[in-house]
C-alpha cells in the first residue's frame, strides 16, 4: 500500500474543502435551520406526532441523510472531476498508485467532508428540538455507511461526467427527489398502499428508515432490511468502480 | 551503455481506429538525453504516455530499470518524473504544496528540504506561497518540472519544455537539463525545435506517423546524412552555368553573382578541387568561398518527406 500517496490525496482534498470552508458548512447549515424554521415551526406545529415522535424531531434524521446524500455525491464527483477537467489527472495516472488507492482516498475525503457536515446539522439540529439518539453505535454506522456508498456513486458519477451540467444533473434530478420522496418528511406508512409500494423501490427509503430507527427505535422498513439494503448498495457500486478501472472507462485511453 | 527504459514491438490503436504506435522498439540508455523528433500527431506523446502508464498499449511492453510497466507497475512509475506538454496545474492551490502533494503522490515521505532546493534551482521559491493561478506561463513551465523532480526520479519526461518559453528561460531550461544528467538522471524530450535537440541531445529518435523512422547518435546523423553546401561568389555576374560544368550540378543565385555546390560529406571527394579548377579554365574568376553545414532541421525535414 503506498499509504504516502494515500495520505497526499486525502489532505489535497481536505485543503480543497478548507479552503471554500463558508460554502460546504454554511449553505448546509442555512437550509437545516431554513428546513426547521418551515416544517419544524410553521407546518409542523400544526402535525401531530409520528410514531409517538414529535414532527420537529422526527424530521432531524431526514434533514441529516437530506445533506449527507447530496454532499457525499457532489463532493466526491466533483474530486474526481476536477482533475480531469483540468488534466491534472495525468500526475495520478503515472503515479505508482493503485486503483484502491485512488478510491480510498478520493472517497475517504469526500466521505470524511459529509459526515462533517452530517454531524455539523446535527448540532444545528439540536438548538430547534430535544435531541435524542436511542442506538449511537447504529447512527454512527448508518452516518458513516451512507457517507461512504454515495461519495462511491459520486465517483461513479465524477468519472461519467463529461461536464459540468452532467455533474450537477444527477444530484439535482436524482437524489434530491429520492430525498424527498423516501421518507424525509414524512412516515411511507401514512402513504396509501399503492405509493408506499412505489416508495419501496425508492433507496433512499431503506437509508433514512435505518437512521431513524437509530434515534427513535422506529423505522419504515426493519433494520435488518435497512442495514441490507445499505451493504447492497455499498457493494454494487464498488463493482462499478472496479468495472471502471478495469476497463479504464473514461480515464485511460 | 546499460538501457533503462526498453520498448519492443510496442503498438497503440485508440477506439477510433486511430494507430497512434506501430510495432515501436526503442531503447533509452542510462544516463543520456535522449531526443525523440517528429511533426504534430506523429505518436511522440502517446509514446510517452504509454511509458508513464497513462495511455494502455495494445500490444507489445515497456520495461523501466527492468520493471514491466505493467506487471510491476510502482517500481516502473516510480522511477519516473513527467512533465506534460499541456501547462495543467490545480490553479488555486499554492506552489509549496502542490510540489509537496506530487511528492507524496510518488509514495515519498515529506522531504521540505529537497523540496526547497527544487523550487530554488527553478527560480521559484520567491513563489512558493502564491497560488498557481497567479503565475506566469513560464512559471507554470517551471512549476510542472518541479512536481516531476519532486520525488527524485531517475528519468524526466520533457514533453514539449519549452513550447511558448522565452528566450533566456529556455537557455536557463537547456542548464538545468543539463545539470539534471549530469547528476544522473535519463532525460527524454520531445521537441518541435530542432535547434533544441542540436543543442541538447546526445541521441535523436525521429517518430512518424507511429513509426521510428531512425535513432542514431546525434553527431553521427549529422555527419551521416549532413550535406555541406558550397557558396561561389563570383566577381561578375554570369547570365548562365557553362556546360564545361555541367557535371558539378551547380545552381545559380543572387542575379547570376553566386554558384551554388552541395557534395556530400561522406564522400571521398568532395569534388571542391576540380570545381576551383574548372571555374578558372571556364574563365570565372571569384572573389570568395562560403561552406555551410546543413542543420538538424534540414535533416528532420527531409527524412520525414522520404516518409511520407
Known amino acids: 500500500m503506498n499509504f504516502q500517496a494515500i495520505r497526499a490525496i486525502y489532505s489535497f482534498e481536505m485543503s480543497r474543502t478548507r479552503r471554500t470552508l463558508g460554502q460546504s458548512i454554511i449553505s448546509p447549515v442555512i437550509s437545516t435551520v431554513l428546513y426547521f424554521i418551515v416544517f419544524g415551526s410553521a407546518i409542523g406545529g400544526r402535525i401531530p406526532e409520528i410514531d409517538g415522535v414529535s414532527y420537529g424531531a422526527f424530521i432531524v434524521p431526514g434533514l441529516v441523510m437530506l445533506s449527507l446524500l447530496g454532499q457525499s455525491v457532489s463532493n466526491a464527483s466533483f474530486g474526481i472531476y476536477f482533475p480531469r477537467f483540468t488534466g491534472t489527472i495525468y500526475e495520478l495516472l503515472s503515479a505508482p498508485v493503485s486503483y484502491l488507492e485512488i478510491v480510498v482516498s478520493y472517497v475517504g475525503a469526500a466521505a470524511t467532508k459529509s459526515i462533517v457536515i452530517g454531524v455539523i446539522i446535527l448540532a444545528t439540529a439540536g438548538l430547534f428540538v430535544p435531541l435524542h439518539i436511542l442506538h449511537p453505535g447504529w447512527m454512527i454506522l448508518f452516518l458513516v455507511l451512507t457517507a461512504i456508498t ?19 444533473m444527477v444530484p439535482l434530478l436524482i437524489i434530491t427527489p429520492l430525498t424527498f420522496l423516501g421518507g424525509s418528511f414524512y412516515s411511507i406508512n401514512i402513504l396509501p398502499p399503492f405509493w408506499k409500494t412505489v416508495s419501496l423501490f425508492n433507496p433512499v427509503v431503506y437509508l433514512v428508515s435505518g437512521f431513524r430507527w437509530s434515534f427513535y427505535g422506529v423505522g419504515d422498513v426493519s433494520l435488518g432490511i435497512s442495514l441490507g439494503m445499505t451493504l447492497l448498495f455499498l457493494v454494487a457500486f464498488l463493482a462499478i468502480v472496479a468495472w471502471i478501472f478495469k476497463t479504464g472507462y473514461r480515464i485511460k485511453a | 551503455m546499460n538501457a533503462i527504459i526498453s520498448i519492443t514491438n510496442l503498438s497503440k490503436s485508440y477506439a477510433t481506429g486511430f494507430q497512434a504506435l506501430k510495432d515501436v522498439s526503442l531503447e533509452i540508455r542510462k544516463g543520456e538525453i535522449f531526443a525523440l523528433l517528429g511533426p504534430n500527431g506523429a505518436g511522440k506523446t502517446t509514446l510517452i504516455s504509454t511509458t508513464c502508464g497513462i495511455v494502455r498499449p495494445t500490444s507489445g511492453s515497456v520495461t523501466v530499470d527492468g520493471h514491466d510497466i505493467i506487471k510491476d507497475y510502482r517500481a516502473a512509475r516510480s522511477l519516473i518524473g513527467l512533465v506534460p506538454q499541456e501547462l495543467t496545474t490545480d490553479a488555486f492551490e ?57 520525488h527524485e526520479p531517475k528519468i524526466l519526461f520533457l514533453d514539449e519544455p519549452t513550447a511558448g518559453v522565452d528566450v533566456n528561460l529556455r537557455r536557463d531550461m537547456w542548464a538545468l537539463v543539463r545539470a539534471l544528467r549530469d547528476s544522473g538522471v535519463t532525460i527524454i524530450l520531445t521537441t518541435h525545435y530542432i535547434d533544441e535537440a542540436e543543442e541538447m541531445a546526445d541521441r535523436i529518435g525521429v517518430i512518424n506517423q507511429g513509426e521510428i523512422i531512425l535513432v542514431e547518435n546525434k553527431v553521427e546523423l549529422m555527419h551521416k546524412l549532413g550535406r555541406k553546401q558550397l557558396t561561389v561568389q563570383l566577381h561578375q555576374a554570369i547570365e548562365y552555368v557553362p556546360e564545361s560544368l555541367a557535371a558539378y550540378r551547380l545552381e545559380l543565385m543572387t542575379d547570376g553573382t553566386e554558384l551554388v555546390y552541395r557534395y556530400d560529406t561522406r564522400a571521398d571527394q568532395t569534388g571542391i578541387a576540380s570545381l576551383l579548377a574548372a571555374l ?15 542543420s538538424l532541421e534540414d535533416i528532420f525535414v527531409s527524412l520525414v518527406r522520404e516518409g511520407q
Open chain 1, 150 to 168: 454515495f461519495s462511491l456513486l459520486g465517483f461513479i458519477l465524477g468519472i461519467w461526467a463529461d461536464g459540468f451540467e452532467k455533474l450537477q
Open chain 2, 94 to 150: 499554492s506552489v509549496w504544496n502542490t510540489v509537496s502533494f506530487s511528492r507524496g503522490l510518488f509514495g515519498k515521505s515529506p522531504n521540505p528540504a529537497h523540496i526547497e532546493k527544487v523550487l530554488r534551482d527553478l527560480s521559484l521559491w520567491d513563489k512558493k506561497d502564491n497560488r498557481i493561478m497567479t503565475l506566469s506561463g513560464g512559471m507554470k513551465r517551471r512549476l510542472l518540472i518541479a512536481k516531476a523532480l519532486s
Open chain 2, 280 to 294: 578558372g579554365k571556364a574563365g570565372i574568376d571569384f572573389k570568395d568561398l562560403q561552406t555551410k553545414q546543413s
